[in-house]
């Protein structure tokens, strides 16, 4: 992917890759723990969208089936710190993309999703990112913390025994 065209998918792609719009996991720390909405908040979103594209995964507790575990935004900082982000790579890229354009496009996404709104790249920043190969990459601080969801293969919510960076949440079901 060398231009901002290449960047361009249909409304159904989109559609599917953000479940349908939803606000699950998409649009940052400061939204979902105070309900602030800003231009950061529009950078993260586009973070969690560029990994799960890029990956071919969603961004929810125990997306790679392991009941609990990370999301792919843990999962992608934890394989990033450990030099091993080629991991992430969806097998339909591994012919079209090569390893370098992987790591980068991994790196931007990182560094759209950090802890802190302030260290997030503008979006003409991401875009300039995207379009120049050239151009250094600060080193991603931290992703924001972030709770998910464990899906099983209907798509439906599933109670179950996990905590994601040691904060369990509740909650209250009618009978």
Known sequence: MRTAESLQF???TLETA???FSEDNKLGE???MEGLYSVKSDVFSFGVLLLEIITGRRNFLGFHRNNCGPTLIGYAW???NETKGLELMDPLLKGSCSPNEFLRYIHI???CVQED????PTMSSVVHMLKTETISLSRPEKP???TGRYVDHHDQVRAQDCSANGLTISIDVPR
């Open 30 to 32: 400061e939204y979902a």
């Open 117 to 120: 709104a302030n260290n997030r």
């Open 10 to 12: 249909h409304l159904g």
């Open 78 to 80: 934890q394989l990033w």
């Open 109 to 111: 996404g990182l560094l």
């Open 144 to 146: 924001a913390f972030f």
């Open 18 to 20: 953000t479940n349908k």
